[in-house]
């Protein structure tokens, strides 16, 4: 069975930083592009920042731009975002998402495969 599991979320005041991680099993996402979505209450799931499958290319939503960094790890633990000056608008719950087409997609329809989320609160 294939899945992602996020880690990392957390509670933590506004300025402040987290780390999301996201693990794979049953099978390497190495050659996939790894994306990270967030969805606040209320509102559709967004784009959040997108890295290549060789890490060369990333893409970032232009309110995490400066902030937020998306970098690739191993093949168990395919992607990993670094949040710093969190902000109160920051909080949702955080997806990590696979996407075996080589483009740096934005879109969230082009991910073909999910994690269930981890929950971001930043308090003000």
């Known amino acids: 069975q294939v899945q992602l599991v996020e880690s990392g979320g957390g509670l933590v005041q506004a300025g402040g930083s987290l780390r999301l991680s996201c693990a794979a099993s049953g099978r390497t996402f190495s050659n996939y592009v790894m994306g990270w979505f967030r969805q606040a209450p209320g509102k559709e799931r967004e784009f959040v920042a997108a890295?290549?499958?060789?890490?060369?290319?990333?893409r970032y939503a232009d309110s995490v731009k400066g902030r937020f960094t998306i970098s690739k790890d191993n093949a168990k633990n395919p992607v990993n975002l670094q949040m710093n000056s969190l902000k109160p608008e920051d909080t949702a719950v955080y997806y990590c998402a696979a996407n075996r087409n080589p483009i740096v997609t934005m879109t969230r329809d082009s991910y073909d495969y999910w994690g269930q989320g981890t929950q971001v609160t930043v308090s003000s």
């Open positions: 890295i290549s499958w060789t890490g060369s290319t990333t």
